[in-house]
């Protein structure tokens, strides 16, 4: 397994998260061995949380078991309320780098770049911007990225708007509208963005 700079692997990904990730729909397995680790059980329940928050960042954005190798971004992408540290989840194996093998094989499995996502697909890629990426990783639809990117362009919020945006779409997730029937009334996000609908009135939600 090769491992890129500035990226973390989800140790066992491919092993339990295989069918998964076959799936359109940003879902992910919770296997009943994780509660029956010893180590896991004894983290504090916050910390156990943001582990399961992490599972479900990587099946949205990637769908192959990789994370940013940033706290901070990773804590900005689950939307946490608090700083989470990946260093504990390294420390417990849970968190592959490229320190946790032998270096003639990170040498002989080194590559430039992450393993890229299927073409029209919803993965996370850091060429897009930063603030598009939090656009996408809030939003309940991961279909259609491609033409989410280019009305994100289109409009080019700076960053007051992109929070106006952000409490929109989270006020939007809770709206009768967009939880009923399992979600199928969402739009994809370039609809969204087109239709300006974080303008919308919030009693209209």
């Known amino acids: 397994m090769a491992f890129p700079d500035g990226w973390l692997h989800i140790k066992n990904w491919e092993k339990y998260q295989s069918t998964?990730?076959?799936?359109?729909?940003?879902?992910?397995?919770?296997?009943?061995?994780?509660?029956?680790?010893?180590?896991?059980?004894?983290?504090?329940?916050?910390?156990?949380?943001?582990?399961?928050?992490?599972?479900?960042?990587?099946?949205?954005?990637?769908?192959?078991g990789w994370i940013p190798n940033c706290s901070k971004t990773v804590t900005r992408l689950i939307q946490g309320c608090r700083n989470l540290d990946l260093q504990v989840f390294e420390n417990l194996g849970f968190l592959e780098t490229s320190c946790t093998l032998d270096k003639s094989r990170v040498e002989e499995s080194r590559v430039e770049e992450?393993?890229?996502?299927?073409?029209?697909?919803?993965?996370?890629?850091?060429?897009?911007?930063e603030k598009f990426n939090r656009l996408w990783a809030a939003y309940p639809r991961g279909d259609g990225k491609g033409a989410a990117l280019k009305a994100f362009k289109k409009i080019s919020p700076d960053d007051e708007q992109t929070e106006t945006i952000l409490k929109s779409i989270q006020a939007h997730r809770e709206s009768a509208d967009w939880m009923r029937d399992q979600g199928q009334y969402i739009p994809h996000l370039s609809t969204y963005l087109n239709q300006r609908r974080w303008e919308d009135e919030e009693d209209n939600l």
């Open 114 to 129: 992450p393993p890229k996502p299927p073409k029209g697909g919803n993965g996370f890629h850091l060429d897009y911007p």
């Open 20 to 64: 998964a990730t076959k799936s359109r729909g940003p879902w992910i397995k919770l296997w009943h061995t994780l509660f029956s680790d010893n180590q896991f059980m004894s983290l504090p329940r916050a910390t156990r949380y943001d582990w399961i928050a992490i599972l479900s960042l990587s099946g949205h954005q990637t769908h192959t």
